[in-house]
């Protein structure tokens, strides 16, 4: 079990990547706040040994990932709507509220591989084992995401 120094260090250092993976699964910020707080409880218990900061960073985006998907199930889910979620943001561009609205509105098995992919630099083969889907289909997401990201957003070269 960890310290309470570790687990402080630990929550603060990955609590902000915990509930973005969890805002791009759920679409939902009290859900994401939720999962965020039942990941860290999870790993405040956890008597599992890390053997690096890799395999510590792996479980968290393995456990929210599973939370995401324990969560999508429930009965009580509320899904909020794009404008309702961007409200809680602030962009310093006007092209990124452009970009975050674009990438919310692609179905999930394409947003959160983009978000693990650009966001969290994890490799296809990475994100393959997080999601329990093969890297060539990941690979496959990723390439129809950013068409649809490039089909909305103009046709942009860029994207």
């Known amino acids: 079990m960890l310290s309470d120094e570790e687990f402080s260090a630990i929550a603060e250092k990955y609590m ?3 509930f ?3 805002l791009n699964y759920m679409r939902s910020r ?3 706040e939720d999962i965020t707080q039942n990941v860290l409880i999870k790993l405040y ?3 599992k040994k890390f053997q690096s ?3 510590l960073r792996y479980w968290l985006v393995r456990v929210t990932v599973n939370e995401c998907k324990r969560a999508l199930v429930s009965p009580w889910r ?3 709507s794009i404008e309702q979620l961007r409200e809680g943001f602030v962009f310093p561009e006007e092209g990124r509220r452009e970009l975050f609205d674009a990438v919310m509105a692609l179905p999930k098995k394409y947003r959160v591989p983009i978000y693990l992919y650009y966001y969290e630099d994890y490799s296809t ?3 393959g084992r997080i999601l329990k889907v093969p890297s ?3 690979r496959t997401h990723l390439r129809r995401g950013r068409q649809q990201l490039k089909d909305s957003l103009g046709g942009d070269e860029n994207v």
């Open 53 to 55: 900061g890799d395999h």
């Open 125 to 127: 083969e990475e994100i």
């Open 45 to 47: 218990r956890t008597e």
């Open 30 to 32: 009290s859900e994401a």
């Open 136 to 138: 060539a289909t990941v």
């Open 16 to 18: 902000d990547s915990i």
């Open 78 to 80: 509320k899904m909020e």
């Open 20 to 22: 973005r993976l969890a």
